[in-house]
T-cell receptor, first 116, second 114 residues
Framework: AQSVTQLGSHVSVSEGALVLLRCNYS??????LFWYVQYPNQGLQLLLK??????LVKGINGFEAEFKKSETSFHLTKPSAHMSDAAEYFC??????????????FGKGMKLTVNP | DAGVTQSPTHLIKTRGQHVTLRCSPI?????VSWYQQVLGQGPQFIFQ???????GRGNFPDRFSARQFPNYSSELNVNALLLGDSALYLC?????????????FGQGTRLTVV
């Protein structure tokens, strides 16, 4: 079965500082990995995804993530935080359903606060 | 184009009651999935429907049921509501199933059970 671990629940950075959100996964098959962002009272928006190919994935809003198989990690980074980045971030891995279809298995999420 | 739309946006129910949540997928999308997001947690998979057939079910009790209609919209039904059913219920649609199919999420329905 697939699973995702996001250690901690809250990260606080200063505006302009590096954003680093950690995600480790467990998967018995080559993983498909995702980062989603959720703004208050909103649904989930896809930031970026890794399926196959290049291990450094670029997403929207200046975010990127690197797939490291040896470390089973898919950490999310952004060189310079902006106030508008304040939100909750979820790492997810594609899992299988009993019906042979797919589902997303999410981590517990990380709330990012950006201080002026 | 309209995104995934869910209704209602908020509702309050009493323990023991029944609730129906509705989801309209993006036009052309044939797959709908439902997720439950309890406060402070990540979303948990409940159901997936594709072409009106159930293709996956998460670890939820039989009080939870769903269906997909010929126009690909979907309903999630929860019977005998418990306080623990209070959550944000998210619907996601996709063109089809398959590992490369992107899921597009609606804004969710916030259910409060009192």
């Amino acid at each position: 079965a697939q699973s995702v671990t996001q250690l901690g629940s809250h990260v606080s950075v200063s505006e302009g500082a590096l954003v680093l959100l950690r995600c480790n996964y467990s998967s018995s098959v080559p993983p498909y990995l995702f980062w989603y962002v959720q703004y208050p009272n909103q649904g989930l928006q896809l930031l970026l995804k890794y399926t196959t190919g290049a291990t450094l994935v670029k997403g929207i809003n200046g975010f990127e993530a690197e797939f490291k198989k040896s470390e089973t990690s898919f950490h999310l980074t952004k060189p310079s935080a902006h106030m508008s980045d304040a939100a909750e971030y979820f790492c997810a891995v594609r899992g299988a359903t009993q019906g042979g279809s797919e589902k997303l298995v999410f981590g517990k999420g990380m709330k990012l606060t950006v201080n002026p | 184009d309209a995104g995934v739309t869910q209704s209602p946006t908020h509702l309050i129910k009493t323990r023991g009651q029944h609730v129906t949540l509705r989801c309209s997928p993006i036009s052309g999308h044939k797959s709908v999935s439902w997720y439950q997001q309890v406060l402070g947690q990540g979303p948990q998979f409940i159901f997936q429907y594709y072409e009106k057939e159930e293709r996956g079910r998460g670890n939820f009790p039989d009080r939870f049921s769903a269906r997909q209609f010929p126009n690909y919209s979907s309903e999630l039904n929860v019977n005998a509501l418990l306080l623990g059913d209070s959550a944000l219920y998210l619907c996601a649609s996709g063109l089809r199933t398959g590992p490369n199919t992107e899921a597009f999420f609606g804004q969710g329905t916030r259910l409060t059970v009192v």
